[in-house]
């Protein structure tokens, strides 16, 4: 999908929404996905045991596991959550977000770049998405939040 559709998309969820409206990642996040990316472009994954490293990709893996959640993954997928979201909340946030438009397939680095080109949500961003889309029920999966 490219950058343009993947924009179509978040201002279609959430309104319209600006560059500035985004927390542009680090540069130990953008590093992360760039290795994730490349990874991924081989068909390799990391062993699955490394999700167990991380809290954020632990959170979200047992989310989907014990709910059974139409959603696959891989470890670098899930491990990139990270690179956007700093909190369990915000993890789920990207798990909703990534349900709504990738229903049944594989969370991977390269789909969360495209659902979030220019970064997560900023902190006012986020919580006017969460008080006006999730919690006001707008979204398919807002029950799992």
Same mark, same amino acid.
């Given at each position: ?49 490394d ?12 989310r ?16 990139s ?5 700093k $909190?369990?909340?915000?993890?789920i ?8 438009k990738?229903? $049944? ?37 807002a029950?799992?939040?």
């Amino acid at each position: 999908m490219d950058p343009g559709k993947a924009r179509d998309i978040v201002e279609e969820m959430i309104g319209e929404r600006h560059v500035g409206d985004f927390q542009e990642l680090s540069q130990e996040d953008a590093a992360f996905l760039l290795q994730a990316l490349a990874i991924e472009r081989t068909g390799q994954d990391l062993p699955p045991e490394d999700v167990e490293a991380s809290l954020l990709a632990s959170i979200v893996k047992k989310r989907i596991d014990v709910l059974q959640l139409p959603v696959k993954y891989t470890t670098l997928g899930l491990l990139s959550i990270g690179c956007f979201a700093k $909190n369990p909340g915000k993890a789920i946030v990207v798990l909703i977000d990534f349900l709504e438009k990738f229903e $049944n397939e594989t969370i991977t680095a390269e789909k969360l770049c495209t659902l979030y080109p220019w970064g997560f949500y900023n902190e006012r961003s986020f919580t006017d998405y969460v008080d006006n889309f999730i919690r006001a029920g707008k979204a398919r999966w807002a029950k799992i939040y």
